[in-house]
């Protein structure tokens, strides 16, 4: 949602609330200003994040259904000189 800088100077609680589902862009002489956004509690960098993720893993959807990651891990290591 865009609104204007008297908008929110009269209407602050409403867009507050608003700024809950949706962010909202306030304007000053027609061009984007200031951006009120959703407040999480928690911070983006304690969010749950995978341990790791290997390569071979990221493309488990692309291997035949046969082979396991411990074929191509001794694959792998077969061909290092």
Same mark, same amino acid.
Do not use: C, H
């Given at each position: ?8 100077k !009269?209407? +602050?609680g @409403? #867009?507050?609330?608003l &700024?809950?589902?949706?962010? !909202?862009? +306030?304007? @000053? #002489?027609?061009?984007? &200003? ?12 304690l ?10 893993e990221?493309?488990?959807?692309t291997?035949?259904?046969?082979i ?5 891990r ?8």
């Amino acid at each position: 949602m865009q609104i204007t800088l008297t908008d929110l100077k !009269v209407n +602050v609680g @409403k #867009y507050v609330d608003l &700024a809950s589902t949706e962010d !909202v862009v +306030v304007t @000053k #002489y027609g061009k984007p &200003a200031a951006k009120i956004i959703r407040f999480d509690k928690e911070p983006w960098y304690l969010k749950r994040m995978p341990e790791e993720i290997t390569s071979v893993e990221q493309l488990f959807g692309t291997l035949p259904g046969d082979i396991d990651l411990e074929d191509v891990r001794m694959e792998r290591l077969s061909s290092v000189p």
